[in-house]
């Protein structure tokens, strides 16, 4: 009986593979250099993390297959990119070149979102500067009677919105209206002026010249990440739209700048058509979102409105 090529082969245990690949990706600087080598060996054998001590070693041909993604790993070519796929609250998206990896602290965002979102029983959700979709898949599929429209501007993350959005659809979730726009756009989404439930952002914003590591630096797209000189090109005319895009009571989160703790709630209340104006630090307590929500009246609130620090 003819021989499988890898049987009678000696295979490399895992946990030896993986100690190896950690101890290079922490020489290279990666932070979390076990975790993500575990993460990786997983993926080349096709195992839940979890199952890696349990699995098959490693085989010669695989071994050299995990030998070069470690070495791109090593490299600082994000793990998203090798593996092609990102975890995002209970979605995975395809994500790779042209596409901004979404981030764990945006989960809190988007968190943030579907629970007010809760507020109305078929709410109309908008996330402006989409990406790969991850804040408006995952309202749509945490909040399977919401309508969500996702709003983006470059071409190469629009085609991996529509891979996401398509995926999803066909997974069974509500579908998501993608529309391909400038959200600094004066008269963006004209027809729903006065009609959106919750708008959700996670624009660029880091001010330009920002030192970031080379994963965002080489593979992260320059217009998803910086937001202008001070980090604020983008959102401030978020802020505007949304106050028209908005129903009265109906509420903007907008993700931000670590150093934008006090700025962003500060535009808020400047605009004068908000009120609840609050910011949200992310897991390790850095401010990270603020959240407001449209007046009724849409009268300017008046010099000197508090906003507050939320807990969550
Ligand atoms: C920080 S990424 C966020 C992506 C996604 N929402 C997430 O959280 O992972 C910002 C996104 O905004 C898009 N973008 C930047 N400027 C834009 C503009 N003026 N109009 C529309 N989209 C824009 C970028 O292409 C990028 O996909």
Same mark, same amino acid.
């Given at each position: ?6 049987? !009678? ?47 098959? /070693? ?6 050299? +297959? ?5 070495? +791109? %790993?090593?490299? %600082? ?55 790969? /979709?991850?804040?408006?898949?995952? =309202? ?54 006065? +009609? ?12 330009? !010249?920002?030192? =970031? ?10 217009? &998803? ?10 959102? +401030?005319?978020?802020?505007?739209? &949304?106050?028209?895009?908005? %129903?009265? !009571?109906?509420?903007? /989160? ?23 104006? &609050? ?15 449209? %007046? ?7 010099? /000197? ?8």
């Amino acid at each position: 009986m003819p021989q499988h090529p890898s049987e !009678g082969t000696k295979r490399e245990r895992p946990s030896a593979a993986v100690a190896r690949a950690a101890r290079a990706l922490a020489a290279a600087g990666v932070e979390a250099a076990r975790a993500e080598a575990e993460l990786l060996a997983a993926y080349l054998l096709g195992v839940p993390r979890g199952r890696l001590a349990l699995a098959d /070693g490693f085989t010669p041909e695989q071994l050299d +297959r995990f030998d070069a993604l470690v070495a +791109r %790993r090593a490299d %600082r070519e994000p793990l998203q990119h090798l593996t092609g796929s990102a975890a995002f609250r209970h979605l995975e998206l395809a994500v790779g070149p042209g596409v901004f990896v979404p981030r764990p602290e945006t989960e809190l965002l988007a968190g943030w979102g579907v629970e007010q979102g809760r507020r109305w029983p078929a709410p109309l959700v908008v996330d402006l500067c989409s990406g790969s /979709g991850a804040i408006a898949l995952s =309202v749509a599929q945490e909040l399977p009677a919401a309508r969500v429209v996702a709003v983006e501007g470059s071409p190469a993350a629009l085609s991996w919105l529509r891979r996401n959005a398509a995926s999803r659809a066909a997974a069974g979730d509500r579908p998501v209206g993608v529309v391909a726009a400038d959200v600094t756009a004066p008269d963006l989404l004209a027809d729903l002026a006065g +009609r959106v439930d919750v708008l959700l952002c996670n624009p660029p914003y880091v001010p330009a !010249g920002a030192v =970031v590591p080379p994963e965002v630096d080489r593979h992260d797209p320059a217009d &998803a990440v910086f937001g202008g000189a001070d980090g604020l090109a983008v959102i +401030r005319p978020v802020i505007a739209r &949304a106050a028209v895009l908005l %129903r009265p !009571g109906g509420v903007l /989160g907008v993700e931000h700048d670590d150093t934008h703790g006090t700025a962003v709630p500060g535009l808020l209340a400047a605009d004068g058509r908000y009120e609840a104006i &609050a910011d949200h630090p992310d897991l390790a307590g850095r401010p990270r979102f603020a959240t407001a929500s449209r %007046r009724a009246d849409g009268q300017h609130a008046g010099p /000197g409105p508090a906003w507050q620090t939320a807990s969550s």
